[in-house]
C-alpha cells in the first residue's frame, strides 16, 4: 500500500508484518512470478479533513510475464507518459474511467484523458474501471463508457468491457456488446 497507509490497517486491527508500505517506484515481490510497483497517481489522498497525510498511488504488476497497469483513483497528468515510457507497454490497463466532475480534475479523469492515458501508457488493452457501481459525481452511470468508447475508439485504444464480474483472460479479443445501455 502507499506511505502513510498502513496505520490505517494497524488500527482496524491487521498485524504489522502483513503491510507492506511503497513510495513510488518502490517495488515488492509478492512469488517468484509477482511484483507490484508502487507508480504515481494523483488524488487528493484523504477521506477525512486531514489532507496530503498519506501517499496516493498507481500499481505496476508483473505477473507470469504480463504488464499489467492499475490506475487507481487519478487525476490526468504527464505521470502517465512517465510510467509507460519507465514501465511499458502494457498487456493490460484497467483504467478509471468515471466519477469526473470539473471541480475535482485532479483525482478523476474525464473519459477522453482516460483514452489519452492508454495512449502514453502503450496499453494493449483497456478496461475501464470506477463507473457503473453508483454514482459519485453528477454524471448517469453509464455515461462514462460510452464517452471513453468513443474517445478510445478514435485514438484507436483496444478496450474490452466484460459484464461487471466477469473475468478477462489477457490476449483475448475485445468484448463490447454494450451490456450497460440495457439497464
Not at 2 to 20: E, Q
Not at 38 to 47: D, K, M, V, W, Y
Not at 108 to 119: G, K, L, S
Not at 163 to 178: E, F, M, Q
Amino acid at each position: 500500500m502507499p506511505v502513510g497507509v498502513g496505520s490505517h490497517f494497524i488500527h482496524w486491527g491487521f498485524r504489522k508484518s502483513m503491510i507492506t508500505e511503497l513510495n513510488w517506484n518502490d517495488s515488492v515481490q509478492l512469488s517468484n512470478n509477482i511484483t507490484i510497483t508502487a507508480t504515481p497517481a494523483h488524488h487528493r489522498s484523504n477521506r477525512t479533513f486531514a489532507v496530503r497525510k498519506t501517499l496516493w498511488a498507481s500499481y505496476v504488476i508483473k505477473a507470469d510475464g504480463y504488464k499489467i497497469f492499475f490506475s487507481g483513483d487519478t487525476g490526468f497528468s504527464r505521470h502517465f507518459k512517465m510510467i509507460g515510457g519507465q514501465y511499458g507497454p502494457f498487456d493490460l490497463a484497467l483504467l478509471e474511467c468515471g466519477q469526473y466532475n470539473v471541480k475535482w480534475p485532479q483525482s478523476h479523469m474525464f473519459p477522453n484523458q482516460t483514452a489519452e492515458a492508454a495512449v502514453d501508457l502503450c496499453a494493449a488493452m483497456t478496461i475501464p474501471v470506477h463507473w457503473g457501481k453508483y454514482a459519485e459525481s453528477e454524471h448517469p452511470w453509464n455515461e462514462s463508457v460510452n464517452l471513453y468508447l468513443k474517445a478510445a475508439d478514435s485514438l484507436k485504444v483496444p478496450v474490452t468491457v466484460p459484464l461487471i464480474g466477469r473475468p478477462y483472460t489477457i490476449g483475448t479479443p475485445a468484448k463490447r456488446n454494450d451490456w450497460w445501455n440495457h439497464f
